[in-house]
């Protein structure tokens, strides 16, 4: 009943989803977003996420949405998954649909399996699609009545369509250590997105879509067998745009419950702070984030920001597996 529930859940949130571009405060919730060299790394059969984005509603018309469901399986080293992602944003419903399929490979590099390395690639393609109908264009101002927009006059816009579709080229690289008993587990990856730089444009043009880079390290800290702490850094760079996100996560096991307590607190530099809440149970992990906007947009947000919700379910093995340990994120 617990799956069933779960499939349910998901299955609602991705065909309500309706999102921008991609964008995640909970980043490291969604394995296969952030780094393919994630795909199949977890101790289990599969994995299915499921996670949804809503912000800048207080500033929009339309609020900008994010919902995006993956499932991922390892078998021995490898590790193959599916990841389907919806962008929404806009008057014009501006949207970008992503599916791509995503391989993994993990390989110890000592005997007791403890440092590990794990490499993957990711291919597939995006629709984007805009109603630029829906759009006013500034040659379309008239100083009538006081001055207003008038939508019969032409735009001088040359849109060769709505549609276009753009290949999804993605490779990444991560360490962990998985000494499940040390008081330290560290991690860290780099991933590159749109590794050809695609074109991309609705009008024709030679626009080139530029390479994504993501870089994230961190470390899980056991303080006591029941409390730990993960600090951890995400850097973003687009030429010449960059972004940098610091998080501290924490998780207390309550023994009576079988169940542990997660939260985290989050900076995303001159942006927004984040503050999330979840549980982990059994087999499911869920978290509710909440991003405070601190930026210079607070005179018109005054501070409201977004909800971020995210749900895992992980079909944990009968026996256990020898083969791979999961970087404890």
């Not at 962008?87 to 649909?97: E, I, K, P, S, W």
């Not at 991003?291 to 971020?308: H, K, P």
Request: hydrophobic share 40%.
């Amino acid at each position: 009943m617990k799956q069933i529930l779960l499939l349910l859940t998901l299955s609602i949130g991705v065909s309500t989803a309706r999102a921008q571009d991609a964008h995640l405060s909970m980043y490291d919730a969604a394995p296969l977003f952030l780094n393919p060299a994630m795909t199949g790394v977890f101790k289990g059969d599969w994995r299915l996420h499921g996670q949804f984005r809503t912000q800048w509603k207080a500033v929009n018309f339309k609020p900008y949405t994010t919902g995006l469901l993956s499932f991922d399986m390892s078998h021995k080293k490898w590790g193959f998954g599916l990841q389907v992602s919806n962008f929404r944003a806009g008057v014009g419903n501006y949207n970008a649909l992503q599916g791509s399929l995503s391989v993994g490979y993990t390989t110890s590099l000592d005997k007791r399996k403890r440092h590990n390395l794990a490499f993957g690639v990711q291919a597939g393609v995006t629709q984007k699609t805009l109603e630029y109908q829906l759009l006013t264009f500034n040659n379309q101002y008239t100083t009538a009545d006081g001055g207003t927009f008038d939508q019969s006059l032409s735009s001088n816009e040359t849109f060769n369509s709505q549609t276009t579709w753009v290949p999804v080229t993605n490779a990444g690289l991560m360490y962990f250590f998985a000494g499940q008993e040390s008081r330290f587990n560290p991690f860290i990856g780099i991933s590159a997105f749109n590794l050809i730089e695609p074109k991309e444009s609705f009008f024709g043009m030679d626009n080139r879509l530029p390479m994504r880079f993501y870089g994230h390290v961190g470390t899980r800290i056991n303080i006591t067998e029941t409390l730990y702490i993960l600090p951890k850094v995400l850097v973003m760079q687009q030429e010449r745009f960059q972004e940098q996100t610091y998080a501290l996560d924490l998780g207390y096991y309550l023994k009576d419950a079988d169940m542990y307590l997660i939260g985290g607190i989050t900076y995303r530099a001159r942006d927004a702070a984040i503050i999330s809440l979840g549980a982990k149970m059994e087999d499911i992990v869920a978290r509710i984030g909440y991003d405070v906007n601190i930026s210079t947009l607070t005179t018109a947000s005054t501070g409201r920001g977004g909800f971020e919700i995210s749900v895992t379910y992980i079909k944990r093995k009968k026996k256990p597996d020898t083969e791979k340990i999961c970087p404890r994120l």
